[in-house]
């Protein structure tokens, strides 16, 4: 019970982690005793975010590449796994957002969308996946969103892309857990981020997210850490095929 949750040796692929959630959550699971691998499509961003990493202790590598792109996302994983180790957890943190309303959506920016926040979860947990069936373990955990279940203006491919997501998630276990792979999805709400800013400033959007969250405030993205841990530890292997909400309440309040 006492190393119910540890990552002591255990190998992480983030990607898009070079900033944002991303990197907060490979600070969090270093600080359990996980080794990081920082993924960027910038080299000198991700070696950046992991010279962070290596100046606090912890150890950390970094793989670039285009995880939209199924030709650089292979050689990468295989890459990794020859150079570095194999893959003991696979976080599919990356994402991007547009806003523009529905009639007005621009193709190329709807486009954008649903490569990075849906194709690059199935090229890259696809990669990854092959090698763990062979070794019959491993974790991947794909980062949802509240609008993996509810819809809100000028988001909609946003929320296409991540109810994609939730059902990725559903059927990555059904064909993966027989393997003892874990598919499991954090769906975080409404958190204070670079992506949320221009939301977080508008004061009438705060006082109706307050009212509409039964914890009654924006979540602080340390809180994202936990689920995280869970879902990469030993702690969640009998967990597959979840979303697990880290939202105060918000969904399941009318």
């Given amino acids: 019970m006492n190393n119910l949750f540890t990552l002591d040796d255990k190998r992480v692929l983030i990607t898009g982690s070079a900033q944002g959630i991303g990197f907060l959550l490979a600070q969090g699971l270093a600080e359990q005793g996980a080794e990081i691998i920082i993924n960027d499509i910038t080299a000198e961003r991700a070696e950046h975010a992991a010279m962070k990493l290596r100046d606090c202790g912890y150890?950390?590598?970094?793989?670039?590449?285009?995880?939209?792109?199924?030709?650089a996302v292979e050689s990468a994983i295989e890459n990794i796994e020859r150079e570095i180790g194999p893959i003991d957890v696979l976080i599919n943190n990356a994402g991007i957002q547009r806003r523009h309303p529905f009639t007005e959506f621009p193709v190329n920016e709807w486009n954008d969308i649903i490569a990075v926040n849906q194709t690059?979860?199935?090229l890259v947990s696809q990669s990854v996946a092959r090698r763990m069936v062979k070794r019959e373990a491993g974790k991947i955990i794909n980062i949802c969103s509240m609008q993996s279940e509810l819809g809100r203006d000028t988001i909609t491919p946003y929320a296409a892309a991540k109810g994609?997501?939730?059902?990725?998630?559903?059927?990555?276990?059904?064909?993966?857990?027989?393997?003892?792979?874990?598919?499991?999805?954090?769906?975080p709400g409404y958190f204070k981020t670079d992506m949320t800013k221009t939301l977080v400033e508008d004061e009438a959007f705060t006082q109706w997210l307050c009212k509409r969250t039964p914890a009654a405030r924006w979540g602080d993205p340390q809180e994202l850490i936990g689920a995280a841990v869970f879902l990469s530890s030993k702690a969640s292997n009998f967990v597959n095929?979840?979303?697990?909400?880290?939202?105060?309440?918000?969904l399941v309040a009318v």
């Fill in 59 to 71: 150890t950390a590598w970094t793989s670039a590449f285009n995880v939209t792109d199924p030709e």
């Fill in 120 to 122: 690059a979860v199935f």
């Fill in 164 to 187: 994609a997501v939730k059902m990725l998630t559903r059927g990555m276990c059904v064909e993966l857990a027989r393997y003892n792979i874990q598919v499991n999805g954090i769906a």
């Fill in 241 to 250: 095929g979840h979303l697990l909400f880290v939202d105060g309440g918000m």
